[in-house]
């Protein structure tokens, strides 16, 4: 697997396995990770939460680590990058009303370049509008919106990933290694 130019888009509140594991995993085989967040620069923090499924009707939040940024997000060009990393939590329910996110998400669309998707990350997917036709897993409280936006809901179980052309999503992240899995068989091709 030849290394590759990765682009991660995050923010405060992050999910902090869902921005950390892959951030590191991707880096650990030879990519190349740009974690980024609007408004902020190389060696700021987020702050991540922890979600955990503890029996309860929905996901309890603790608070995670504090995650150092190491690109700048002004200025970057996404055709400098092969592929893209949306992890969940609560950061995307704000960065999807950023224009600039919007935008980026779609090149990667526009571009056929890999991306992944977890978690609420769909919620970044649905509101730049690339959702519709295709097949898309997240957090089921996220089924709503992906099917909103004119995609098919994946109801899979939370430890599995489903692939939809150059789209790797998954529930949460329990699914961590089913769908890293997948997103390494598209950097590789």
């Known amino acids: 697997m030849s290394g590759?130019?990765?682009?991660?888009?995050?923010?405060?509140?992050?999910e902090d396995y869902e921005t950390m594991v892959p951030f590191q995993a991707l880096q650990a085989v030879g990519h190349t990770v740009h974690a980024v967040c609007p408004d902020k620069k190389a060696g700021d923090t987020v702050a991540t939460a922890i979600?955990?499924?503890?029996?309860?009707?929905?996901y309890t939040e603790k608070p995670g680590h504090r995650f150092a940024l190491n690109a700048d997000f002004e200025g970057l060009d996404p055709a400098n990058y092969d592929a893209l990393v949306v992890p969940g939590g609560r950061a995307p329910e704000y960065l999807r009303l950023n224009k600039d996110v919007q935008n980026l998400v779609r090149h990667?669309?526009?571009?056929?370049?890999?991306?992944?998707?977890?978690?609420?990350?769909?919620q970044l997917l649905a509101a730049a509008?690339?959702?519709?036709?295709?097949?898309?897993?997240?957090?089921?409280?996220?089924?709503p919106e992906v099917e909103l936006?004119?995609?098919?809901?994946?109801?899979?179980?939370?430890?599995?990933?489903v692939t939809?052309?150059?789209l790797v999503t998954a529930p949460a992240w329990p699914a961590h290694p089913a769908w890293?899995?997948?997103?390494?068989?598209?950097?590789?091709?």
């Open 149 to 161: 936006a004119g995609g098919t809901f994946a109801g899979i179980e939370v430890d599995q990933a």
């Open 180 to 189: 890293l899995a997948q997103f390494f068989k598209l950097l590789d091709q």
């Open 4 to 14: 590759k130019k990765i682009l991660m888009i995050t923010g405060d509140f992050t």
């Open 129 to 143: 509008g690339v959702l519709e036709g295709r097949k898309c897993s997240a957090y089921p409280a996220c089924q």
């Open 108 to 122: 990667f669309f526009e571009t056929n370049k890999p991306v992944a998707a977890i978690c609420h990350g769909a």
């Open 51 to 58: 979600h955990d499924f503890e029996g309860d009707q929905t």
């Open 164 to 166: 939809d052309a150059n």
